[in-house]
Nanobody, 122 residues
Framework: QVQLGESGGGLVQAGGSLTLSCAAS????????MGWFRQAPGKEREDVAAISWNGGTHYAESVKGRFTISRDNAKNTVYLRMNSLSPDDTAVYYC????????????????WGQGTQVTVSS
């Protein structure tokens, strides 16, 4: 079972940037597609971005052109670069993995990290 841990959240001014990291355990990371989700207070958890095991990407329309997902299989890590942040991006951001290897994107999440808080001030 994959274990995930997010880092890199914090407080940033509107218009600024942050990069989130998700470190995964195990030897099978390279076989998993990976995704980022977020949940703001009072809202449902929503898809943000995903990257497939072979490099294909997916973005929610709300972040397309501003966020970039990437991965480094040698480090068992997936990243989310967030640019042009607005208060609407304030949320807890979660890393997630699907149940099976070799799936496409967007992912159907089965395994979750604990989340990292991103707060964008106006």
């Amino acid at each position: 079972q994959v274990q995930l841990g997010e880092s890199g959240g914090g407080l940033v001014q509107a218009g600024g940037s942050l990069t989130l990291s998700c470190a995964a355990s195990g030897r099978s990371f390279r076989y998993y597609s990976m995704g980022w989700f977020r949940q703001a207070p009072g809202k449902e958890r929503e898809d943000v971005a995903a990257i497939s095991w072979n490099g294909g990407t997916h973005y929610a329309e709300s972040v397309k052109g501003r966020f970039t997902i990437s991965r480094d299989n040698a480090k068992n890590t997936v990243y989310l670069r967030m640019n042009s942040l607005s208060p609407d991006d304030t949320a807890v951001y979660y890393c997630a993995a699907p149940r099976n290897y070799y799936t496409g994107v967007p992912i159907i999440p089965a395994f979750w990290g604990q989340g990292t808080q991103v707060t964008v001030s106006s």
